[in-house]
């Protein structure tokens, strides 16, 4: 399994247009072959957490190539305040209810 972390800084006065993008992209990840949980999380300040768990990497690569997808990640200089800061990592333990 392929789990994927990443950190977002929204630039002011986008928090709440990220916010609803990420949303949407979670809404159309459900349908993905090979996606198990995709989470999203707001702090103050207008910093996300977004966690992804995938099948395998396949899976995960196939996310990343979904023009939903692609065309949040062509957005980001206009709606993060500097670089994402993303890992990618095989699942050692953990669940999913």
Known sequence: MTMVVAILQA???QEDI???????VAERSQEEQGAVAYTV??????????SERYADRA????????????DLLARFPELLDGEPQV???D????FVR
């Open 11 to 13: 630039r002011p006065g």
């Open 18 to 24: 990220l916010e609803a993008a990420l949303c949407q």
């Open 41 to 50: 999380g707001r702090q103050e300040g207008g910093r996300f957490l977004v």
């Open 59 to 70: 899976a995960c690569d196939a996310h990343f190539a979904a023009s939903y997808v692609t």
């Open 87 to 89: 890992e990618f990592t």
């Open 91 to 94: 699942v050692v333990t953990g």
